[in-house]
């Protein structure tokens, strides 16, 4: 059984950073595609970004060029690094997992959720 353990989630001021990660147990972690969800109070479950089984990434303009996914195989997890940090990137995040090999923008692709993480980013 696939398990995913989000953290490192908290509150942050605007600018500023913070480091999600996804502990996966049960399989190797380069087994699966890896996505990134957030869902605001209110809103519908939104796409963050992706990691290929091959390694490349997909980002949702949002977060473009501010976000970046890393895979770490020996320690079997997938990172979120999250730079200048805005009031609107609050919400609970998730990482998820997709058996294929490219992952999706779809959280209906995603076979494999971890819990959630509250960010919450102050004014």
């Known amino acids: 059984q696939v398990q995913l353990v989000e953290s490192g989630g908290g509150l942050v001021q605007a600018g500023g950073s913070l480091r999600l990660s996804c502990a996966v147990s049960?399989?190797?972690?380069?087994?699966?595609?890896m996505g990134w969800f957030r869902q605001a109070p209110g809103k519908e479950r939104e796409f963050v970004g992706s990691?290929?089984?091959?390694?490349?990434?997909s980002y949702a303009d949002s977060v473009k060029d501010r976000f970046t996914i890393s895979r770490d195989n020996a320690k079997n997890t997938v990172d979120l690094q999250m730079n200048s940090l805005k009031p609107e990137d609050t919400a609970v995040y998730y990482c998820?997992?997709?058996?294929?090999?490219?992952?999706?923008?779809?959280?209906?692709?995603?076979?494999?959720w971890g819990q959630g993480t509250q960010v919450t980013v102050s004014s």
């Open positions: 990691i290929s089984r091959y390694g490349t990434t």
């Open positions: 049960g399989r190797t972690v380069s087994s699966y595609a």
């Open positions: 998820a997992a997709d058996t294929t090999k490219y992952g999706s923008y779809l959280y209906t692709a995603y076979a494999y």
